[in-house]
């Protein structure tokens, strides 16, 4: 008998996210990772949990409406990481005129399902907050409403719940060999260590690597894709008010800027053609004028290279041309051959819905229970969306020396799992060493033991953010006291 039923190349957020559906469904998983959890393109992306206003224009009126109910799907299952937010679109004289702007709201909030967020409308920024932050009365904008995603948050809690469904999650694991017959004979690097496993199912869940890990690791024709990289650049806050800017670019592509942490802002994105290893992807200086350029044609306080303080990116194969997002999803089942699952690309806002029909493909092949993933809360989002700002009050009630900004970090990472990470402090000296006004020993000894990290990147810039904010003596003693703890 095979060791796994299912063995997943890749722990980006296609690869976790058919973990946990697998795992719930009752098959034995492994997932093998050979960095990090979200490590690559799944902790690079926008943040946007979406109908996405371009596939409207495209009039993708069914990824659309699938996409909303995706968006709504995701404030019930994880709602401290997915946050409703009001989108705002000033109305600019060079570019789409305001009754063609006001048009597509209108239909996207036709799209939308029913008794979900508030409908758009149109505001007068002349007088309103929201034109402080622009650089000229741009009159009128219209608003509308989508979410915003920590997006590898997204990632570790889709694993943590697989893990928890029984999957086995490694990181650190390089699926280096694997042949086929009928079941999968899996050669793993798996921190230094060669192991041999064998599955009855094999997903390959790799992104931009997928093509290599086909011909090299499958020994198989590459999937008909190209990679496309996408980058983002995190420069200081420009706005105060809670809201994303989209603002229509010269091209015409939308660009976003985001609040990002509390003081800063992500202003993205830009997609371009990617050839070379994804793991050594970054982003070229024309990316970041152009980026710079789109924001200075409506922020009044100028963004110039020199203010970027760090620039995100992340490739992954698309179907589709740069700038396009289209995932894909083979099957190849023959007589005597093990079962193969090619998945890659696609967004983060149809990702469950995604993995939810890779893993059907499986249902002749073996006994599993039915479709589950949009009705189980994620770990720690056992509450409703609209309690969040309570979840936050009763954070702040029981641990008493948290201050509002610490509160509302620690609630928008872990939900009611912020139990666990505290447990019963009673004052700050409870939770062991700092670093930083932020970090302290309690959350990393949480981070190590429940969910796979390992050094200091992996908490600083995929399990929070903090990594911004951090000083080099903090990050030592952190780097000091991880070695230890290990
Ligand atoms: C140009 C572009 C624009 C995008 N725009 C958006 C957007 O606007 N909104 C949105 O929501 N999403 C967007 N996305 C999509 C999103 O970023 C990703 O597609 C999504 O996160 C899914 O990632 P993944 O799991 O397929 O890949 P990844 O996150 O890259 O994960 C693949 C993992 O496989 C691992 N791996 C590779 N080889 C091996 C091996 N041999 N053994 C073990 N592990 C291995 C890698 O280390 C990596 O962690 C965009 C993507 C692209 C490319």
């Keep these: 008998m095979a060791d796994y039923d299912l063995a997943i190349i890749g722990g980006g957020l296609n690869g976790v996210s058919v973990a946990r559906d697998a795992a719930g469904r009752g098959l034995r998983v492994i997932l093998l990772e050979q960095g990090d959890l979200g490590g690559a393109a799944s902790c690079a992306t926008p943040r946007l949990i979406h109908g996405d206003l371009a596939a409207l224009e495209r009039r993708a009126f069914w990824r659309v409406r699938e996409a909303m109910a995706e968006r709504d799907t995701w404030r019930r299952i994880a709602p401290h990481l997915v946050r409703p937010i009001r989108f705002v679109i000033p109305a600019h004289s060079d570019e789409r005129p305001p009754w063609l702007l006001r048009l597509g709201l209108l239909l ?6 029913q008794g979900g967020l508030p409908a758009s409308a149109t505001i007068d920024v002349t007088h309103h907050p929201i034109g ?6 741009f009159g009128t904008a219209f608003e509308y409403s989508d979410g915003l995603v920590d997006d590898s948050r997204l990632v570790v809690a889709n694993a943590v719940d697989a893990a928890e469904r ?3 999650i490694h990181t650190g694991a390089r699926c280096v060999r694997a042949d086929r017959l009928e079941t999968w004979r899996l050669v793993v690097i798996d921190r230094g260590h060669r192991r041999v496993i064998t599955a009855r199912s094999l997903a390959n869940a790799s992104g931009a690597w997928a093509g290599s890990v086909a011909e090299t690791v499958l020994r198989m024709p590459p999937p008909r894709a ?3 990289k996408m980058s983002q650049i995190i420069v200081r806050r420009l706005f105060e008010t809670d809201n994303v800017y989209v603002f229509q670019n010269h091209d015409r592509r939308l660009i976003f800027a985001s609040p990002y942490q509390r003081d800063f802002t992500l202003i993205g994105t830009v997609a371009k053609m990617f050839r070379g290893d994804p793991a050594a992807v970054s982003m070229d200086a024309d990316e970041i004028t152009y980026l710079c350029d789109a924001a200075n044609r409506y922020f ?3 963004v110039d290279p020199s203010d970027v303080i760090r620039s995100v990116s992340g490739a992954n194969m698309v179907t589709g041309p740069a700038g396009k997002r289209d995932g894909a999803m083979a099957f190849d089942a023959r007589r005597g051959r093990a ?4 998945i890659f690309g696609g967004d983060v806002t149809t990702s469950r819905l995604r993995a939810e029909r890779a893993v059907s493909r499986l249902t002749p092949f073996y006994p599993m229970s039915p479709r ?12 409703a969306s609209a309690q969040f700002e309570t979840e936050v009050e009763r954070g702040r009630e029981r641990w008493k020396f948290l201050t509002e900004h610490q509160a509302l970090r620690l609630v928008s990472a872990y939900g009611s799992r912020l139990d666990v990470v505290l447990g019963d402090a009673r004052d700050r000296a409870d939770l062991g060493p700092a670093f930083g006004p932020e970090l302290t020993g309690a959350e990393v000894r949480y981070l190590m033991i429940h969910e796979w990290a390992r050094f200091p990147d992996d908490i600083l810039w995929r399990r929070s953010k903090l990594g911004l904010t951090m000083g080099p003596a903090d990050r030592e003693a952190l780097a000091a006291f991880m070695a230890t703890a290990a």
Excluded at 108 to 113: E, G, N, Q, S
């Design 108 to 113: 996207y909030d036709r799209l939308a399902p």
């Design 132 to 137: 402080n932050a622009l650089k000229r009365p």
């Design 166 to 168: 029984g999957a086995a």
């Design 226 to 228: 190209v990679v496309t």
């Design 300 to 302: 009044r306080e100028r």
């Design 339 to 342: 079962p193969l699952l090619t």
């Design 372 to 383: 589950w993933t949009a009705d189980a809360a994620l770990p720690g989002g056992d509450f």
